[in-house]
């Protein structure tokens, strides 16, 4: 009996200290410092404005060594082409995943963001695979869906009104060089009882870099592959950043983020993603706008 | 076919004669009549105009098995949040029990707590609509009679679904024995309780949104550990436990920004009991100790623990107005009750409660004196009297001036025969604050074993809140046959806190009929 009070002992306290000297992997909080230098403001505007057209985002999670995720660039391609202005795309490398490895390391496009924004919505599933506008669809486990649903969700998609309109100016900055600011006019047209959440995006065209093709391929890695909407950064939370809960109609945030470019990325190749969506309960995106870098 | 159930009845009767089938059945029904002078105006009031809660439990033993399964129903009801009209029914509490050798096992739902409940206690409270049952596992082994280990693993109970968080524990007590007069019981436990996805999304959204310097990493994981000691020796009872747990985000003071917060208590009592006296010395201290399953509950949801009140648990309806429940982000506490009877005839109680903040600040404090005296074998009587200093802003959020109060009391009990008695009570509390004076009188008369008749009243002589003096009266009956009690209310009952053995809410003034029944088979 000795014998078992002794094991239970050591068990139980072997078992406390295992369990409390876990590192557990924490959710993504922010500890940027605030620039202080930019504008940030937000006000009730007295004049209404026409609601923009709703446009769709749709998140292609994406790897290099994934055979298949050609066939989902060539999809938000066909989506694009077919709803011209309206399909705002961005290809998501996340870590952790062994066909998002890069064959070549220097060309390497995973990110802490894009792995974060992964989790956000399921972190489930075979790549490749997506979000259309961050909605969890009747019937799917989580946000994230395989590219045989893409169209038919961006179309119903299409169909909704959005209930604020995002307009995004990018200009180098005055003094700070390799860097833009990039300038966010978010207007509700309509008052919303949710959170609201804005998230800015900085992807990235034209990248060559080797992929692994589908199956049967000759050769089975193209070296040359063109990537397109390639996420480079947030300039955000990856979940986005607060707004306000429940903003009234003709509420105006006008606010201001700084990028400072990486040697690696060409800053004609580069847009902005602005998207306003809700966060924990929910991602459902309510608009999407793109532009340009330069 | 027919051979086939044949065959199964053949095979089962004889367990069945050896089967026990037991249960209960509790039914409450409230029939609102609107008083906006008391300000019982809630949707009930207004709409509903009536509701019921029953619980009815069926126990079910055959062959080393034990099934319960509870059928709760509430139409209409506002007994688990006062500001909601709730109504759903089914089965809310289901469990298989079956002890093989020394290994207890109970799988579905089950009610349990490690040492006093510091770090886990999973009850039920029906007066307050609480319902903390684990749906899980709980296994419990005895190594030898004094020797004990259990483990659960399971999520809270949440009406009639579960909590998404899970929650895990491990309990080990030992029990010494040196000789007749000297006996050491000590145990250790252990909780973790993991975050879900969602919740911790939402956290972490809003934790992002803070200031930069206010901002933390959340953790998934919650541990509570505890180690507990009771000693016994001779008329003496000594009592230690302390509990701590990693930090978590919890809501702070305010309840306006979650905060990266770990937290401990510190609880030990130390009693003495002998022929015609009792000792009671406790004391407490707290610091951060909000268990719940998720970082969003509040109130009385969720609740993972149970904290020992430091209060005296008052019967009388004014001693009982300014009861108080633990503050589990901080506060000293402080008790001693002395019970003294020098003869069958004479019994005197004492008891003092002392409670700050944890910046020594006091929020609570009750002296209390009462002396009970049987003048024959008819007539038995108690006096006392009651001063309370409670803090309103901190044990109900209002923002009002503490309260402090003067209560005398009295209860007689005469019985003109072996079946008939009356019970008169009258009280007075007196107070500057919050609703003002009240007086409370009651007249009980009892036919034994089948009737009880009451009427009570009572009044705020002297209203701070509301204009005109407000009669709160109360006509009572019921009636008792072997098992089965009925009865029947019409009342009218001031808002305040209603509190059980030291939990605690915050209730909306009643005005209407109310009916109760009971019944165990």
Known sequence: ?294 | MRKLVFGLFIFISPLLSFAQLSGDLMVNSNFYVKDTSIGATNSQYLREFSSSEAWMFINYSVAGFKFSVRYDLFNNSPLLDPNEVYTDQGLAFYSVNKKVGKLDITAGHFYDQFGSGIIFRAFEDRILGLDYAINGLNLKYDFTDDFRIKAFTGRQKNRFTTHDQVMKGINLERDFYFGENLSWYVGTGLINRTLDKQTMDILASEINSYPLEERFVPKYNLFSATVYSTLNYKNFNFYVEYAKKTAEAIRNLEGNKFINEDGDVLYTSLNYSTKGLGVSLQHKRTKGFTMRTSSFSSFLVGTINYMPPMSKQQAKILPARYSISAQELGEIASQAEITYSPNKKNTFSANVSYVTDDHNKEIYHEYYLDYYHKFGKKLKATFGVQTVYYDKEVYENENEPAVTTFTPFSEFVYKFDRKKSVRWEIQYLFTEQDHGDFFFGLVEFNIAPHYSFSIADMINTKPLKVDDVKHYYNFFVAYTLNQTRFSLGYMKQVEGVVCTGGVCRVEPAFSGLKFNLTTSF
């Open chain 1, 1 to 294: 009996m000795k014998t078992i009070h002794t094991f239970l002992i050591v068990f139980f306290i072997g078992l406390l200290t295992i369990l409390i000297s876990c590192e557990e992997e924490g959710p993504y909080i922010n500890f940027d410092p605030i620039d202080t230098s930019l504008f940030d403001s937000t006000y009730i505007s007295s004049t209404s404005i026409i609601p923009d057209e709703k446009n769709v985002l749709i998140e292609d999670f994406t790897g290099a060594r994934c055979p298949n995720c050609p066939n989902a660039a060539a999809k938000l391609v066909d989506i694009t082409m077919a709803n011209p202005g309206r399909i705002v795309g961005m290809a998501i490398h996340p870590d952790g995943i062994p066909f998002t490895r890069p064959h070549d390391l220097e060309k390497d496009f995973r990110t802490d963001d894009g792995t974060e924004i992964f989790k956000l919505l399921g972190e489930e599933g075979a790549l490749p695979i997506g979000s259309i506008d961050r909605v969890k669809y009747s019937g799917e486990t989580n946000q994230l869906v395989g590219i045989s649903f893409w169209t038919n969700y961006v179309d119903q998609r299409l169909l909704l009104a959005s209930p604020v309109n995002i307009s995004l100016v990018s200009t180098p900055h005055l003094t700070e060089a390799n860097t833009f600011v990039i300038r966010a006019e978010v207007q509700f047209t309509t008052a919303i009882a949710d959170d609201k959440y804005l998230t800015i995006a900085l992807t990235e065209s034209d990248l060559i870099a080797p992929q692994t093709l589908p199956q049967g391929s000759i050769p089975d890695v193209d070296s040359n592959y063109i990537n397109n909407h390639i996420l480079r950064d947030v300039l955000t939370n990856p979940g986005g950043n607060l707004l306000m809960s429940n903003p009234e109609m003709n509420r105006v945030f006008i606010k201001e983020f700084k990028i400072t470019m990486d040697a690696k990325w060409n800053p004609d190749n580069c847009a902005i993603v602005g998207i306003i969506h809700n966060s924990g309960l929910s991602f459902d995106v309510d608009q999407v706008e793109e532009i340009h870098l330069k």
